[in-house]
């Protein structure tokens, strides 16, 4: 192999001034590997803002696909943008990078305050993401081109190898970046104080390497501007942790009114109740004494109103209890132990086995003065087995364990709707299959199929029926439509010894019943986990 002429290497690494040796207060090989560990500390921050725009935005405005697309998308167009614009700086590489590193710690630091600010007093958040997506790509695309030309200022090598260097340090910090995200500053420090304190660390290693390791390539008043600015952008990161916590009290305030009373990140969904807790008028209902329901929202989404719930659960478990043994029930989902309270209104039923994502809803279930009321202690029930997984793969397991499954009567699918990326695996052909095992002879599956007046609903009918089960889709008014279905068709209506209902009558469900089936939409594609169609 031809090494190349001195000439082409200089090229390659940019005008004079950049190729300049620095003068460092350590040795060059020191100085090399000081260089290499704020490369690695700045990729493993940049990865972190990263991850923090695709999680807020998808708690904020949902479908996860999306969100990541286009935050992952703009952000890389932006970074390519970036290294382009960071040529011009090359001949000040110093001053570029420590300009560049303070900015990308302020805006990265307070990206996920200001979306939170612009979703809870705006109401939206799209044009908010992709600016932030755009100054944080651009910014840490104008990063690489700088540090190369610092690190070959250290010491001089070949071009091929200083890349490869400065991009395994790059690597492997967005690596840590991205691992530390999800299991130490999420579930240690939360979203907002998270990213602040990303950014500090992001400022604290850039200003170092600028301010001392490349200090005397800095006039005085340059070291000087420098340095305020660094400072500034520490304070200001410093006050927004000590603000977060006021901010996002206000912030919740704007989104749930002032009667919010809980509100827990719970390591799976940020979960808020109002309302619901005096004794009083309606008490029984999870009400105030001054007549406020009680109100649940997990991930910002409404779950639970007292104002409505009973509508929605007696219409969701009743019909399926009508007809056939009920003895053993399986709820999945319904952590809240509303759906259960229906379950247990039924004096055959022997055994209820939930199975349910989030410990923290259980927990709050269990324990809320107004939650507790509302579903009349049904966690409590000793009949009640309570399960903390997956839905879909407890069904996996229950179906691969070697032995025959436990069968049940009766299966109550009360999950989040389809439209929800994270939620569309159990609204698939694979999920109703392994559903469809853990049904005994004449048993009964019923899901929450959202509107009937959507493509959406009528694709969960067509799923289900895929599963070799035959349904009788049926409707409320007020966008709540079901799937009952069993493997051979089932009665539908409600047993003559089905306890007083306060929402529903059996001419409702009946003309629901009705209304569904003239709305219906033949011929629509299955859902599957590799060919989703909740999104089409």
Not at 142 to 164: K, N, S, W, Y
Not at 194 to 218: E, Q
Not at 481 to 505: C, S, W
């Amino acid at each position: 192999m031809i090494d190349p002429p001195e000439s082409a290497l200089a090229g390659a690494l940019g005008p004079p001034e950049a190729r300049t040796p620095a003068r460092l207060p350590v040795p060059a090989g020191l100085g090399r590997l000081l260089v290499l560990t704020v490369v690695f500390i700045c990729a493993a921050c940049g990865l972190v803002y990263e991850l923090e725009l695709v999680a807020l935005a998808t708690y904020l405005a949902g479908d996860s696909v999306t969100q990541s697309s286009v935050v992952l998308s703009v952000m890389i167009f932006a970074m390519g943008v970036g290294a382009l614009l960071a040529k011009r700086l090359r001949c000040r590489a110093v001053v570029g990078f420590g300009a560049v590193e303070a900015g990308l710690a302020l805006v990265g630091g307070c990206s996920a305050m200001a979306l939170y600010a612009c979703f809870a007093w705006f109401g939206q958040t799209r044009a908010a993401l992709v600016g932030f997506s755009l100054t944080i790509g651009t910014l840490i695309g104008a990063e690489v081109p700088l540090l190369m030309t610092l690190i070959q200022r250290v010491r001089r090598q070949d071009a091929g190898c200083a890349v490869a260097d400065l991009f395994a340090a790059d690597y492997v910090g967005a690596l840590v970046g991205g691992l530390a995200f999800p299991f130490l500053l999420l579930p240690a420090l939360g979203q907002l104080t998270g990213a602040l304190v990303t950014g500090a660390v992001n400022a604290t290693a850039g200003g170092a390497l600028v301010l001392w390791l490349f200090r005397r390539d800095l006039t005085v008043r340059t070291h000087r501007r420098l340095l305020i600015v660094n400072v500034l952008v520490l304070v200001l990161l410093a006050l927004g942790v000590l603000l977060a916590t006021p901010f996002e009290r206000a912030a919740r305030r704007a989104v749930y009114g002032s009667s919010a009373r809980v509100a827990v990140q719970t390591g799976i969904q940020e979960v808020v109740m109002t309302g619901g807790v005096d004794a009083g008028t309606g008490a029984g209902h999870g009400r105030k004494g001054s007549g406020r329901p009680l109100e649940l929202y997990l991930d910002g989404r409404l779950r639970v109103s007292a104002d409505t719930e009973s509508r929605y659960h007696e219409a969701l478990v009743h019909p399926a209890m009508a007809d056939g043994p009920r003895a053993r029930v399986l709820v999945l989902g319904g952590g809240d132990g509303l759906a259960v309270r229906e379950v247990l209104r039924h004096p055959a039923v022997r055994s209820v086995t939930v199975v349910e994502l989030d410990p923290g809803v259980v927990q709050l279930a269990r324990t809320d003065p107004g939650l507790s009321r509302l579903n009349r202690h049904s966690l409590g029930d000793p009949r009640v087995r309570v399960t903390t997984a997956d839905a879909f793969d407890w069904l996996r397991q229950q179906a691969g364990r070697g032995r025959p499954p436990a069968r049940y009567d009766v299966i109550v699918c009360d999950l989040p709707g389809p439209g929800l990326t994270a939620s569309t695996k159990l609204y698939s052909h694979e999920f109703y299959g392994l559903a469809a095992r853990l049904l005994a002879d004449g048993g009964r599956l019923v899901v929450d199929a959202q509107s009937p007046a959507a493509r959406t609903y009528w694709t969960v009918d067509a799923t289900v029926r895929s599963a070799g089960l035959t349904t009788v889709p049926y409707r409320l008014p007020g966008h709540w439509g079901f799937v009952l279905a069993a493997r051979q068709p089932p009665r539908f209506g409600l047993a003559p010894d089905t306890p007083p209902l306060t929402g529903l009558t059996a001419d409702e469900l009946q003309a629901g019943r009705r209304e569904a089936a003239r709305t219906r939409m033949p011929g629509l594609p299955v859902s599957t986990l590799m060919h989703p169609r909740y999104q089409d």
